[in-house]
């Protein structure tokens, strides 16, 4: 019996068994900011955001000196021409207002499709990456509490992604 169980003992040693799955995880917020294209889009929705708010900002000075002089009337003018001018200027600031608000929202869906369009092209790269280092499962690092600096491969993941996202149509 004890022979039976030696040679049951050493067969099953010798037979390979793959029993490790590589997990591993990665920092996509990290890629989206840090990566070359994710800093050529941000320098541009940040260039087309700073040349709108300066007009707005500019806008916005008009209709306040627009309002300061109205009231300077308001006494000089009868009260049937002041509450028409008080009209026409409160649909020069909400037509104002309606403007920023589009712009803004216009905005974030132009950030969120380019998001979505590097993330796709992430996702291309990742996936030749799981393939060729052979990764069983990538977690978000946001949702890893704690694990070993050598399992995150977002710098490998940031490497790759700035050799090949290279052009970008806006």
């Known amino acids: 019996m004890k022979k039976l169980l030696i040679i049951f003992f050493v067969f099953f040693n010798f037979i ?8 591993v995880y990665l ?8 990566s070359n294209i994710g800093i050529s889009i941000n320098k541009y929705i940040s260039s087309i955001e700073t040349q709108k708010k300066k ?16 009231l300077s009337k308001k006494k000089l003018i009868n009260e049937e021409n002041f509450n028409n001018e008080v009209t026409k ?4 600031v909400s037509d104002h207002n309606i403007v ?15 998001t979505k369009k590097v993330l796709k092209e992430l996702n291309i790269i990742i996936s030749e990456y799981v393939k060729e280092k052979d990764i069983s499962f990538v977690l978000p690092k946001k949702n890893v509490i704690v694990a070993k ?4 491969i977002t710098e490998d993941i940031l490497f790759l992604t700035n050799e ?4 970008f149509d806006y």
């Open 100 to 114: 920023k608000k589009n712009f803004y929202n216009d905005l974030n869906k132009k950030k969120k499709d380019y």
């Open 164 to 167: 090949k996202i290279i052009n």
């Open 16 to 23: 390979p068994c793959k029993a490790e799955n590589l997990i």
């Open 89 to 92: 200027l409160s649909k020069k």
């Open 149 to 152: 600096k050598n399992l995150d």
């Open 27 to 34: 920092d996509i917020d990290y890629i989206l900011m840090n």
């Open 55 to 70: 007009e707005f900002e500019t806008n916005e000075k008009k209709l306040l000196d627009e309002e300061q002089k109205l």
